[in-house]
T-cell receptor, first 111, second 113 residues
Framework: DQQVKQNSPSLSVQEGRISILNCDYT??????FLWYKKYPAEGPTFLIS?????DKNEDGRFTVFLNKSAKHLSLHIVPSQPGDSAVYFC??????????FGQGTTLQVKP | DAGVTQSPTHLIKTRGQQVTLRCSPK?????VSWYQQALGQGPQFIFQ???????QRGNFPDRFSGHQFPNYSSELNVNALLLGDSALYLC????????????FGNGTRLTVT
């Protein structure tokens, strides 16, 4: 039972353009949503989060949007930079504090 | 300020053997979680330790066990290794309390032959 789905295994965008990474979830108990970025041979790094009481959170070039009724969230990166090339994981959490990770989306930003 | 450190970085074991992986949390963090990441998948939650006790457990068999020490460091033990246990094992630390982001180490790559 996959509670978190990132349906796009990979995404390729041009430098300077917008990258949009999507995530769908099924568990209505999730109320805190995190995005992590992972480079090869490194552990995941926390990027940005959003609480279920909000529908948008912004941090510099990164914005996360949450649509609770659709159980969907997205991460927007604008402008995209080659250094953003990595695997991005969506990781919702309920009040247990346990993170449930999606399968990840590999983003490639071409110079 | 040292982040989360894990040892060893790589390990090769034979089926049926036992393995112990170690983790030192980020300074100031009191909660340690362990995740298993198979190739091409997202990390899967194994268990979480706080105040030297297992607080939560994921869907992993009893062959997977852990421990947290008074200095908040932690160990993950896996007995009777199977080929399917080959994966990247990630340790993450956080402050106790809901909403505290996890900080991950670089992981231990375990290969079972």
């Amino acid at each position: 039972d996959q509670q978190v789905k990132q349906n796009s295994p990979s995404l390729s965008v041009q430098e300077g353009r917008i990258s949009i990474l999507n995530c769908d979830y099924t568990n209505s108990m999730f109320d805190y949503f995190l995005w992590y970025k992972k480079y090869p041979a490194e552990g995941p790094t926390f990027l940005i989060s959003i609480s279920s009481i909000k529908d948008k959170n912004e941090d510099g070039r990164f914005t996360v949007f949450l649509n609770k009724s659709a159980k969907h969230l997205s991460l927007h990166i604008v402008p995209s930079q080659p250094g953003d090339s990595a695997v991005y994981f969506c990781a919702p959490s309920s009040n247990t504090g346990k993170l449930i990770f999606g399968q990840g989306t590999t983003l490639q930003v071409k110079p | 300020d040292a982040g989360v450190t894990q040892s060893p970085t790589h390990l090769i074991k034979t089926r049926g053997q036992q393995v112990t992986l170690r983790c030192s949390p980020k300074s100031g963090h009191d909660t340690v979680s362990w995740y298993q990441q198979a190739l091409g998948q997202g990390p899967q939650f194994i268990f979480q330790y706080y105040e030297e006790e297992e607080r939560q457990r994921g869907n992993f068999p009893d062959r997977f066990s852990g421990h947290q020490f008074p200095n908040y460091s932690s160990e993950l033990n896996v007995n009777a290794l199977l080929l399917g246990d080959s994966a990247l094992y990630l340790c993450a630390s956080s402050l106790t309390g809901y909403g505290s982001p996890l900080h991950f180490g670089n992981g231990t790559r375990l290969t079972v032959t």
